[in-house]
């Protein structure tokens, strides 16, 4: 029998060669190497390009998930909302949104999902082989503050 999986998972998207599109892998990355080595073993980490439709059988076992992306449809430096269940039309597509994610986890499992938060953080420019522009380097900063300090206290 395999053990139970880390309560917390994090799962950040988004493209490291396409300027503000990094902006998920970052604030992973950034949560992951600040946060406290007694709380490591209570989180699991996962980043891709994009989220997919195999990311649903992650979230079994889990009590919590927080889904980290660029958007540039949320205001600066960083959005933060709740997620549930939602049939969309990334639902038949290879890139997910959370929602549709936590659609298919209730399909597959016949269960309610883990409770979702997502962090959207402000982005505006996602142009291959660019580097991240100054502002998003500051919302990421922000959101990755913001990031530790809901980890922290969700773990408490």
């Known amino acids: 029998m395999n053990p139970a999986p880390p309560e917390l998972l994090v799962l950040g998207w988004g ?9 998920g892998p970052r604030c992973l990355t950034a949560l992951r190497e600040a946060l406290p080595p007694h709380l ?7 980043e891709d390009y994009q989220l997919q439709v195999e990311f649903a059988l992650d979230l ?17 430096p960083f959005e933060v909302r709740q997620a549930q269940p939602r049939k969309d039309s990334s639902i038949s597509s290879h890139a997910l949104s959370p929602e549709a994610l936590l659609q298919v986890f209730v399909t597959v ?14 982005a505006s420019s996602f142009e291959l082989g660019e580097p991240m522009t100054a502002v998003a380097e ?10 530790m300090d809901w980890t922290q206290a969700l773990l408490k």
Request: hydrophobic content about 50%.
């Open 15 to 23: 493209n490291l060669s396409r300027g503000d599109d990094a902006l």
């Open 40 to 46: 490591m073993h209570r989180v699991e980490f996962l």
């Open 60 to 76: 079994v076992g889990r009590k919590h998930v927080l889904f980290i992306d660029a958007s540039v449809d949320c205001v600066a």
């Open 109 to 122: 499992q016949s269960q309610a999902p883990p409770l979702a938060t997502v962090l959207a953080i402000r």
């Open 138 to 147: 500051q919302h990421l900063e922000a959101a990755a503050q913001w990031a």
